[in-house]
Structures are given as structure tokens and as C-alpha cells.
């Protein structure tokens, strides 16, 4: 028995060592193997040609199109064929065709759509309803030739207007701190302050091409109306009791109250002093945006929101409180204006503007035009100084000097023009 039990244990033995040898070899071979393979190139992977590369191909040769070849003209052209292109593309997936607009609002690129809405094309290759409209477009704009009619609105194409749209921007930081100030978007106080200088311009035609034109300034009023905006006594006079009067239908909310605050016991003279400033123009803007405020305040309460109405805005503002009668169907009116023998109205001229695109730059849309009380802390008596001291020391025409039988008195040295109709200019 003891034979037989050791000739099992040399068997088992033996077993397990060729089992060890036998894994060692594989394990080796598997090893080497691996190793040729790889030497021999088995694993490296040579790729594929994109199914889409000859589509591809055609977005990169668009990035190697110089645009600082193309004119203005051919700019604008390529432009509105992309809109166009792009209003097609977003029938079918809005989601891109969103995506691929906010990138062409952020870059100048002329070729950007063309590339982004090729490179998403890509994956519309089956999409025969795409094809098909994008193809009919094309034909459609390859149909007409590309216009030059310059502006639509007539009374922008004149020179008086590109004249006028410097003297605006070099007082766009004030109008846009009235707006924050007062609480009302920005673009509406600009559009008050064309109609009132456009409506100057032609009344005065050759005394404000002799000033407006050459200099580029705003034209401010001494004689019953103050001003760039041209606001009278009594409606600024209004304006003031409005923001403190809480009964009254204009009242804007607590947090102005203290916006047009007086520095000094002689209001007459200092409310002069705010609007006849031919320097600094803010409180011009600020009685400007406190109309606005005020006349949309009164048709609020009495049921008629017409905060998303700048052309009755812009009406209000020009036949003042008096005749700010609230009602279901406001139209949209004013003082007449000629330009170049059209004929406008005040709230017309605010209108077109305020839609026109013109100088969103300086005076981007609001989301909301109007920023109630409750949405705004209340002024401090820091935030009041510092409106306060936005008052120059220029000379000012003598007010009352309209009701004076005289002779125009001697011009000051000051760097500015009073005319015979109190009209002052900046030199």
C-alpha cells in the first residue's frame, strides 16, 4: 500500500509541474505573439474617408474665401441671402437654426452662417422637404438682384439725420443713466429727443443748418421751452409735484420720489438752470423719462397698458398731460413735422426710430421698457448729490428774456451761441 501511495503523489506531482510548464509556454507564446503582431502593423488602424467628405470639403474652402475682398454692398447682400437660408434651415430644426443666429449676432464673419448651416447640413442629407425649400430659395434669390435704395424711413436718408445721430451718441451715457434713473428704457427718451430735434431742425431750416450741421451738437431752447427735449415750465412744474404726490393717477412709486429733488430754495431759477444747460443735458432727460413714466402710470391705472406702445408714447409726450385722456383705441399723432416735403407726425418720427434698428448699439432693446418702484431701492442721499451736481456752470440766456422788448444782448465767450430765437449751441 505504501508503493502505491507514493506513486500517487509522484503522479500528482508530476501532473501539476507539466501544467505549470504548459501555462509558462502558452503565456510566453501568447506574449510573443502579441508582439509580433504589433511589430508586423496588424494594429495599427489606417481610418476610413469620412462618407461626407466631399461636402466637407466644401465648408473648408469657404474658410479659405477672403471677405476683406468683398465690398459693403456684397456684404449686405450676403447677409440677407443668409437670413434667408437660415429661415429655411429653421423650419426644419430650430434648434441649430437658433444656435447658429446667436452666433452670427456675436460675429462679424460674413461667411459664418454659410459654414455653420453647411457643417449642420450635413446630417439633413435625407430630409427631402429641406432639400426641396432650400433649393426653391436659392432660385427665388438668384432670381432678383441685390437693391441700393438706401433707407426706407425718407427722412433718415438725409444728410441732417447722420448729422444729428453724432450729436445723439456723444449723449448716449447720459440718456442711458436717465433711463436707469428714471426707470424707463432708454431708447424711448432718445426717441422724444429726435422728434423734438428733427421737428427744430425744419422749423429753423437754415439757422440749424448754419449750427447743427457743421458742429454736430444738439440744439437746446431758452424761450418757452427749455432744453434738448424742449419741455415747458408747467410741465416740468407738473413733473415735480407727480413724483411726490401719491394720490395722483401719474405717481410713479415711492422709490423716485426724491429723483428731481431741489438743491436750493430758488426752484424757479434751478429747474431753469437743469434744462437750459447746453453742456450737460441729463436733467433735460431725466424730466424726459419722468413724463414717460408718469404717462404710462396714468393709463395703467385707468385700465390700458400701453407700455408696449412707443408710438403713443412718444404722442403723449409731445401733447403733454392735458390731453392725456386714457381710452381702449389711442392713435398715434402729435405735431406735424416736413422733411424734404413729407409730412410726419411727432409720434411718427419717435416711431419709426424706435423700430428702425438705428443706433441699437448706443440704445439696445430693453426686455422690459419700464422699471417699477418696487423693482428699485429707493435713492440715497449720495445718489441725489450726485444727479444734483450733473449742472454745469455755463452761462445760460436770461430767463425771461423772450418777454424783453431789446436788442439781443452781446454773446458770451464761453464757447457758445445764443440765436434771436434763444436757441443755444456748443462751440
Known amino acids: 500500500m505504501s508503493d502505491v501511495t507514493s506513486n500517487k503523489k509522484r503522479n500528482y506531482w508530476k501532473l501539476a509541474f507539466n501544467i505549470i510548464v504548459y501555462a509558462f509556454a502558452l503565456a510566453g507564446f501568447g506574449i510573443i505573439g502579441a508582439w509580433a503582431f504589433y511589430q508586423l502593423g496588424f494594429t495599427k488602424n489606417g481610418g476610413a474617408v469620412d462618407e461626407n467628405y466631399r461636402y466637407l470639403m466644401s465648408v473648408e474652402e469657404m474658410e479659405n474665401l477672403q471677405d476683406s475682398t468683398l465690398s459693403y454692398e456684397q456684404i449686405q447682400a450676403k447677409t440677407i441671402d443668409q437670413y434667408a437660408k437660415l429661415a429655411a434651415f429653421g423650419k426644419f430644426y430650430p434648434t441649430n437654426a437658433n444656435l447658429i443666429m446667436k452666433a452670427m449676432q456675436k460675429c462679424n464673419d460674413p461667411m459664418l452662417a454659410d459654414r455653420m448651416i453647411a457643417a449642420a447640413s450635413l446630417y439633413a442629407g435625407n430630409n427631402e422637404e429641406y432639400s426641396q425649400l432650400s433649393k426653391e430659395i436659392d432660385a427665388l434669390l438668384s432670381k432678383h438682384s441685390q437693391q441700393q435704395n438706401g433707407n426706407i424711413i425718407p427722412w433718415m436718408n438725409g444728410v441732417e439725420w447722420e448729422a444729428l445721430k453724432e450729436a445723439i451718441v456723444k449723449d448716449s451715457a447720459l440718456i442711458n443713466e436717465a433711463g436707469r434713473l428714471t426707470g424707463v428704457e432708454p431708447r424711448l427718451i432718445a426717441g422724444c429727443l429726435i422728434g423734438e430735434q428733427i421737428r427744430l431742425f425744419n422749423s429753423k431750416r437754415e439757422m440749424f443748418k448754419k449750427y447743427l450741421g457743421p458742429v454736430k451738437v444738439l440744439s437746446v431752447q431758452s424761450q418757452f421751452s427749455y432744453g434738448v427735449n424742449g419741455i415747458k415750465e408747467f410741465t416740468a412744474i407738473a413733473v415735480e409735484n407727480n ?96 422733411v424734404d416735403g413729407n409730412i410726419y407726425t411727432f409720434g411718427a418720427i419717435g416711431f419709426d426710430f424706435y423700430y428702425s434698428g438705428e443706433l441699437v448699439d448706443a440704445f439696445p432693446y430693453w426686455s422690459k421698457r419700464f422699471i417699477s418702484s418696487e423693482e428699485r431701492d429707493q435713492l440715497s442721499a449720495d445718489q441725489i448729490a450726485d444727479i444734483q451736481n450733473h449742472m454745469s456752470n455755463c452761462a445760460r440766456p436770461e430767463k425771461g428774456l423772450e418777454y424783453k422788448q431789446q436788442d439781443q444782448p452781446e454773446q458770451p465767450t464761453s464757447g457758445h451761441i445764443t440765436t434771436d430765437d434763444g436757441f443755444v449751441y456748443n462751440l
Not at 401719474?250 to 430758488?266: A, R, S
Open 243 to 338: 413724483l411726490k404726490d401719491r394720490n395722483s393717477e401719474y405717481y410713479m412709486g415711492p422709490n423716485y420720489e426724491h429723483l428731481l429733488d431741489f438743491k436750493t430754495e430758488n426752484h424757479s431759477t434751478e429747474r431753469y438752470n437743469r434744462l437750459v444747460d447746453y453742456r450737460n443735458h441729463l436733467y433735460s432727460y431725466l424730466y424726459t423719462g419722468c413724463i414717460i413714466h408718469q404717462t404710462m402710470m396714468q393709463w395703467k391705472r385707468a385700465g390700458h397698458d400701453i407700455s408696449n406702445r412707443p408710438d403713443i408714447l412718444f404722442t403723449l409726450f409731445n401733447v403733454g398731460f392735458s390731453q392725456s385722456k386714457p381710452k381702449a383705441d389711442p392713435v398715434c399723432g402729435g405735431s406735424h413735422i416736413t
